[in-house]
């Protein structure tokens, strides 16, 4: 009995300690109901704007729009700029026949806010889509803790904990409804408007690309979708990476908003997307060649997974190692269908009657250790060179003289100007655009920009003429580089030139004063490691 009373006065403490310990790892982490809500001012005036008469110039033809997007393309993986590991003959073909830039910029280093300035031609800062939308926070400690200490997420760490938003409030997440895109532009002069590919910009009711423009939609609302069903088939090569990234691309790729859809309809897709993107991008032409069309097809080649059809697989035979050979077969297989659309267009006599852009939507995603974005620094979610300078070219038989080069700035937000201008859309007063048109540009050969900016959370850059400063988020540490004779970004001059830092670190603080507070916080932020240089990034 003396014995039992013993083990039950030291149970009791540790029972109370473990029950204690229990709460707390169960204990809901606080969680902030706001609900996002549109600028009241801009969605009037957006309203207002979209349902007035258009008094823009309507005897001029109405030319055809085809802009084509890639994710996560490096810019010398193609060889378009002489990069030597994928030949690209299509997209080289689609440059020769117009311009291409050297200095093309994305407005974000990452995919969603990224697509919002481009959609919109605003620096997305302007209106609050600074990070990638939350589908999924910490429900509780022991989530928070489990993730924080427990499980491998390589270069991408947890930022400290806050109270995340909740699910209403995540629904109400995506590009803000107070937003004009490019897509409702066209409509509003009457044409055809489509989406094929990835949206990753809000998928909930009021945020679907059929509610911002678009007329019809094939494709999925995630930031990622399976390229084919995971299972036996021989014509499909798959390949898994090791960081915990990978494996939930994998385990989510075809639930929940990485289905693919046309329009709201949910379908059991089985052809390989990159090839049937194509081949919805040839019936939409098909469809609607006899009157004007606005066609943005965002492909989801090359990023994760790392899926290809075996006949693109087979175009590598020389390449060992496994991880670079499917990547290098996937943006073969996204140049082969870029060709598909060229040809269809010529085939039904459209050429010089459509504008086609062509860029990625930032650098190469050099975690994956497929691509290092050589000879340039950084890649994906980074402000250095390898993030945010991508592979552009536009083409318009016609209105571009072929074999064009043009070696000054231009930017991701230029491509809304420059439809406004090709389909003679006027543009709403009550807000800041930040674009150019890029034919009148390229033709007169004027400067697009005199500067160029990038935020994410403390992480900021500023490229002015040839001086570029970056600013890492966490540590606030500056380097300044002269990009004419150091493309790679390898000499620091900012102890050489401090009058030149506070010149550019003024610029970007008077940019700052026309932006608004992140509509959503972020989760985490990625370290890179350049051996002597620690640079930190918001996502």
């Not at 810019?75 to 200095?103: C, H, R, W």
């Not at 709403?428 to 004027?446: A, E, F, H, Q, W």
């Not at 400067?447 to 400063?469: F, M, P, V």
């Not at 890492?472 to 900012?494: I, R």
Request: hydrophobic fraction near 35%; proline fraction near 5%.
């Amino acid at each position: 009995m003396a014995r039992f009373k013993k083990i039950k006065k030291i149970g009791l403490p540790i029972l109370i300690v473990l029950l204690i310990a229990a709460i707390f790892l169960f204990w809901p982490i606080n969680t902030d109901r706001t609900l996002i809500k549109a600028d009241a001012k801009l969605a009037e005036g957006k309203a207002a704007f979209l349902s007035k008469k258009d008094t823009s110039n309507t005897s001029e033809k109405k030319p055809n729009i085809i802009i084509l997007l890639a994710d996560d393309l490096g810019k010398y993986d193609i060889s378009l700029y002489g990069g030597k590991s994928t030949p690209t003959p299509q997209i080289d073909a689609l440059a020769a026949s117009g311009v291409t830039f050297t200095e093309g910029y994305v407005s974000s280093s990452i995919c969603s806010p990224s697509r919002a300035g481009l959609l919109t031609g605003r620096y997305q800062e302007r209106f609050g889509h600074e990070f990638q939308p939350g589908d999924r926070y910490p429900k509780n400690n022991l989530e928070y803790y489990a993730f924080k200490y427990l499980i491998n997420t390589d270069s991408w760490r947890l930022n400290p904990k806050i109270e995340y938003p909740s699910d209403a409030s995540i629904a109400t997440q995506g590009l803000p409804q107070s937003e004009i895109t490019f897509a409702d532009l066209a409509k509003r002069k009457g044409y055809s408007t489509a989406i094929i590919g990835k949206w990753h910009l809000g998928h909930n009711k009021g945020f679907f690309p059929l509610d911002r423009g678009f007329d019809y939609h094939y494709g999925f609302y995630q930031a990622f979708s399976l390229f084919a069903p995971e299972d036996d088939n021989p014509d499909i090569i798959n390949h898994h990476h090791k960081d915990f990234t990978d494996k939930v691309i994998w385990g989510n790729g075809r639930v929940g908003i990485g289905q693919i859809r046309r329009d709201t309809t949910i379908i059991k897709e089985k052809a390989y997307l990159t090839e049937k993107f194509a081949e919805e991008a040839e019936a939409f032409i098909d469809k609607n060649k006899t009157k004007p069309f606005l066609l943005y097809i965002p492909f989801n080649a090359p990023h994760t997974p790392f899926q290809v059809r075996k006949k693109y697989y087979d175009r590598f035979p020389n390449v060992k190692d496994e991880n670079k050979r499917v990547y290098f077969a996937m943006i073969s297989a996204l140049d082969d269908v870029i060709g598909r659309i060229r040809a269809k267009v010529k085939k039904e006599g459209l050429e010089e009657n459509t504008l086609i852009i062509f860029a990625s939507d930032n650098g190469g995603a050099n975690y994956t250790f497929a691509t290092t974005n050589a000879p340039l620094k950084g890649g994906k979610f980074s402000h250095f060179e390898g993030g945010i300078n991508v592979p552009f070219a536009l083409s318009w038989k016609g209105k571009i003289k072929p074999n064009t080069v043009y070696k000054t700035p231009v930017s991701s937000l230029d491509i809304f100007s420059t439809i406004a201008t090709a389909i003679h859309s006027d543009l709403p007063k009550d807000r800041v655009y930040d674009g150019v048109d890029l034919i009148s540009t390229v033709n007169n050969n004027k400067e697009a920009h005199k500067n160029l900016y990038w935020r994410s959370g403390d992480a900021k850059a500023i490229r002015s003429g040839d001086w570029k400063l970056i600013i890492s988020g966490k540590t606030y540490e500056k380097w300044l580089y002269n990009l004419a004779s150091d493309k790679s970004e390898k000499t620091d001059l900012a102890q050489k030139n401090p009058s030149k830092v506070k010149e550019l670190q003024t610029a970007l603080q008077n940019w700052e004063k026309g932006l608004v507070k992140p509509l959503w916080p972020n989760l985490m932020h990625y370290e890179f490691d350049f051996g002597t240089q620690k640079y930190f990034v918001d996502l």
